[in-house]
């Protein structure tokens, strides 16, 4: 691989291949490449090594904020004037010497060394070797009551959370955000369920244990095989899926008979988690009496049911990934078309106004509850991207209430911990002329009662008023917000004015 002039050799071991990938994405500022590269990179080395690999790339990326500001002390000449692959390097190995437990620090120094030696001259090797040394012999001191530096992320994302918990909680839901996530999936109920799954996966001596308060989920510990080649992912018996994203196809009220004028929509839709739950759910309460499952309906098969699901993404090759995600899950295609939903000029938005029984908006957002599983977001978001979110998360859920029918749901999500983007996006709107004829629908009877008997008083109030925040901390996921609305009154003379 030749990447800004290097060409770097196929990585013999997991440092190698951990520092190739920092190199690419952070100081050839590509992360937009990180999946396939990391994949790439790690391919070819023996499943301890790729493991090794893959918890140092997404620790240095978890801790890159309190990782420079270390390098920062070490190194006098400031580290915006240090070579791109010995930054890389010096990046993995201070996250093995601060934030690893079992790797001991003479490997990490050596192999550092070896690394930096491997592609640039002795002067670098000795400069990463006085790095190194002085880091293990003094290590640099985290200021205390720095949230930004403790739990590494930037001064105004950890501003955010203290505003919104206050000091304390803001330590504890920042803690959670540093540990690892659950892998967690939905089982695909149209190609298995619960029990079954569960024997399956333990052929391939993957543990799975079910959900304790949703039905349909389970939490895997893949023990090292590789998810994807698991023939039960192949054929689509599962989807890998954060439990906010299930909650919004769990809590989606579904139209009992769709049709034109009864429509399901999802805006913002690849790749498809939260439309092919909705799906899921819509054939199974079309089955008949014999298949043991709920009543039967008018429907003649599969296809004219799906005929009346739409989903819209601004992105082709997302929505491609849906395509594929569909035909993995052994589900019928839907309509799909390529939309900005912002545009209200556009043909599937014109065609679709008022006639949606269901319309999804899970708008993109600033990502701070999904940080433990997208790191780069420590760093990467701020202030400023913020605040161009909020418009943009305004004007979709303005053009999802134009397309929901008269007495139809709209249903408004984010993975974000941040207000303004949450409660007061939706409190905005409902003040709005559009928000004006809708009400909060009250999600307590959508939600099993184990989960909803562990919420405090403040949070049943705020399901009673529509609203459900998950919290990484105290839920044990990622950070979630779900707002249910219902239309009360009829749209067309709201669509005369569009």
């Known amino acids: 691989m030749l990447y800004s002039g290097i060409r770097l050799k196929q990585p013999v071991n997991g440092r190698e291949a951990a520092a190739q990938v920092i190199y690419h994405c952070l100081a050839l500022h590509d992360m937009a490449s990180f999946d396939p590269v990391l994949r790439q990179t790690v391919n070819f080395l023996s499943l301890p090594e790729r493991n090794l690999a893959v918890a140092i790339v997404y620790g240095t990326m978890t801790y890159l904020y309190t990782i420079d500001y270390v390098l920062g002390k070490h190194c006098k000449i400031g580290l915006e004037k240090l070579d791109p692959w010995l930054k890389s390097v010096l990046r993995t190995a201070v996250w093995q010497l601060r934030y690893s437990r079992n790797l001991p620090e003479t490997a990490v120094v050596n192999e550092c060394c070896k690394l930096v ?88 001596s993957v543990a799975a244990e079910a959900h304790p308060y949703f039905d349909h989920v389970l939490k895997l510990n893949l023990k090292g095989a590789s998810l994807t080649e698991l023939p039960a992912f192949k054929v689509g018996k599962f989807f890998v899926q954060g439990i906010g994203a299930m909650l919004v196809g769990m809590i989606a009220p579904i139209p009992t008979h769709p049709d034109d004028n009864h429509l399901v929509i999802d805006l913002c839709a690849a790749p498809g988690g939260k439309i092919t739950h909705v799906l899921e759910r819509l054939l199974l309460s079309n089955k008949s009496p014999s298949s043991g499952n709920l009543p039967t309906s008018t429907y003649t098969n599969e ?21 594929d995600n569909l035909s993995r899950l052994g589900l019928p295609e839907i309509k799909t078309a390529v939309v900005d939903a912002t545009d209200r000029k556009a043909e599937p938005i014109i065609r679709c106004s008022g006639k949606a029984a269901l319309v999804i908006a899970d708008v993109p957002c600033s990502g701070l509850g999904v940080l433990a599983r997208k790191p780069e977001l420590r760093w990467n978001m701020n202030y400023e991207k913020i605040c161009r979110l909020l418009p943009l998360q305004a004007e979709i859920l303005r053009t999802a209430s134009l397309l929901t029918a008269a007495q139809g749901y709209l249903l408004y999500s984010t993975c974000t911990l941040n207000w303004d983007e949450n409660e007061g996006q939706v409190n905005t709107f409902l003040e709005s002329a559009e928000g004006q004829e809708f009400t909060p629908v009250d999600l307590t009877p959508y939600l099993p009662v184990s989960f909803v008997d562990r919420l405090d008083e403040v949070e049943r109030k705020n399901l009673s008023a529509g609203k459900l925040n998950l919290l990484p901390a105290r839920d044990g996921c990622e950070g979630f917000f779900i707002s249910l609305l219902q239309r009360k009154k009829n749209l067309k003379k709201q669509l005369l004015k569009t």
């Open 303 to 323: 296809q004219s049911i799906a005929s009346f699901v739409e989903a819209w993404d601004i992105n082709q090759a997302r929505l491609d990934a849906l395509i």
């Open 117 to 204: 030696k491997k592609y640039r001259h002795q002067g670098m090797v000795d400069f990463a070797n006085a790095v190194m040394r002085a880091e293990v012999s003094h290590p640099v001191c985290i200021p205390p009551g720095n949230l930004a530096l403790q739990y590494s992320l930037l001064p105004e994302l950890a501003g955010y959370f203290k505003k919104r918990f206050g000091i304390e909680q803001a330590k504890i839901e920042l803690q959670a955000l540093l540990m690892p996530p659950d892998l967690t999936v939905r089982v695909n109920r149209c190609r298995s369920n619960v029990i079954s799954l569960i024997n399956e996966l333990k052929l391939y």
